[in-house]
């Protein structure tokens, strides 16, 4: 097996898996002709990641990175959450295959991606407001 | 159940090939009684690989070290001994590395390749091949049966079209030999790639069927073995168990196949019926009796890969995720994939010693694999997930 063990438990048991229907933040990286896409949905309530969820089309790695960041990042502040990197996501995980570290290494980018459209969402509202 | 990737060697042809791993240490080259002894058994060697395919006489098989080796020979080797008769090399566009990287490489030679496109089963588009088929083509190079989605070419028709336009015809018949019947002469082919390893012998030994008069020049130069086509002392356990391999192989290719297809049928049913958004790759009747080759949509080969091996089974996918590159498979865009349904594809590979009982294990395991991907996709429709 080219995974490490944690890689493999995450893939058979994948946390906070799922989606959230009046999300706060919304983030979509990747491209079903990669091969590899994820989405990632945020709650946030006075900063901080409330509750994160995802969903990924993807191989074994794609999969396990989604579950773990999910797991790295709840509970955690927007500014915090921030600053996960890809690199924290592999050496959470024990590491992953070189191949994969580029293409289903994509979790750290959708959180950010959330955490944007999250911070766009109130900006657009104060707009309003 | 990957049996494209490897075979186990059939204990037969271990058996045979022990002598000479042990003891049996002549050189076919040499005078002496050793030496003939090699000779005489890797003769033999030679007859049965040319049983096998029905060609004319056993001078026309070269030992080679495999199925690339055979390709590169074949194709390397007759465009620098015709080059004066043109220059124009065709194939199709599911053919094997060895076939299009051989090419690619004719191509910084002076060379000109012309890949033909394939139909939605994996069928070579004739008319396509006539309208590129210029008397300038000295090569056309055709696989016998994709070994990725199993559908078997019409080599008789391909091959009249070839030499309407005297060119010589190559067949990589890698995954195919041993499994159907092959007649170089009734079929018309001027060279043909073989491969030991498929039909259960040893790996790393393969032929090359170069019908008499073809002119091919060797890739390499040394000591004039092989007819001068493969210099280099033979490697002679291995190509004994090759013979061996070949022999059991005509002998036992019909009960095998019949009960292979019927295999095969049962598991791609058993696929494909209880589960929505399935589909097959290839042809359904015109394929190798090995070959299982299926799609799922809205999720990813390699995930299936890893549920599957989970349970302890053991299949391929045309996933880019599974390969060196990031592209996935060149044969499943061929025959018209879009590339999310490329990287949804399974493959299995049955040997003649996966029972019924394995398939229907695995029958019964992908629904539940299907069902927990698609949970998880956000391609999944949401009807679906109820």
Known sequence: MMYTEKVMEHFRNPRNMGEIPDADGVGTVGNPVCGDLMTIYIKVKDNRLEDIKFKTFGCGSAIATSSMITELAKGKTLKEGMKITRANVADSLGGLPPVKMHCSNLAADALHAAIEDYYERQKAKEVKG | ?386
């Open chain 2, 1 to 386: 159940m990957d049996h494209a990737a490897g075979k186990p060697v059939d204990p037969r042809v271990t058996e045979a090939m022990l002598p000479y791993v042990e003891s049996s240490f002549g050189n076919a080259s040499s005078l002496h009684t050793f030496g003939q002894e090699a000779k005489r058994a890797l003769e033999d060697a030679r007859a049965k690989v040319a049983e096998l395919i029905n060609a004319e006489k056993r001078e026309s098989i070269i030992f080679t070290s495999g199925a690339t080796e055979s390709n590169n020979t074949a194709i390397k080797g007759v465009a620098n001994r015709n080059k004066d008769h043109g220059t124009r090399i065709i194939t199709s566009a599911i053919e094997h590395m060895s076939v299009v990287n051989s090419l690619k490489f004719l191509t910084t030679r002076g060379f000109e390749s012309v890949f033909v496109p394939v139909d939605k089963y994996g069928f070579v588009i004739l008319e396509n091949l006539e309208k590129v088929l210029t008397e300038k083509t000295i090569l056309v190079s055709i696989v016998y049966a994709n070994d990725e989605i199993g559908t078997v070419e019409h080599i008789r028709e391909i091959s009249k079209i070839v030499h309407s336009k005297n060119a010589y015809l190559h067949v990589d018949a890698t995954a195919a030999c041993g499994q159907v019947p092959i007649d170089v002469k009734n079929e018309n082919i001027d060279l043909l790639t073989i491969s030991s390893n498929d039909m259960y012998g040893p790996k790393g030994v393969g032929a090359l069927y170069i019908k008499e008069g073809v002119r091919v020049e060797p890739l390499l130069h040394g000591g004039g073995q092989e007819r001068g086509l493969r210099s280099g002392t033979e490697n002679l356990p291995s190509i004994v168990g090759f013979g061996k391999a070949a022999e059991i192989a005509k002998r036992e290719m019909q009960t095998n196949s019949v009960q292979l297809t019927r295999l095969r049928d049962r598991f791609i049913e058993g696929l494909l019926k209880p589960i929505p958004y399935s589909f097959l790759n290839g042809h359904p009747t015109e394929r190798l009796p090995d070959n299982v080759s299926v799609r799922y949509s809205f999720i990813e080969g390699e995930s299936m890969l890893l549920s599957l091996d989970m349970m302890g089974v053991y299949a391929s996918s045309g996933s880019a995720c599974t390969a060196k590159t990031l592209e996935p498979s060149h044969v499943l865009l061929a025959i018209g994939l879009k590339h999310e349904e490329a990287h949804g594809s399974l493959m299995f590979t049955l040997g003649k010693e996966n029972t019924e009982e394995q398939v229907d294990y695995v029958i019964g395991l992908m629904p539940g694999i299907v069902k927990r991907l698609r949970a998880i996709s956000p391609l999944t429709p949401k009807e679906l997930n109820a």
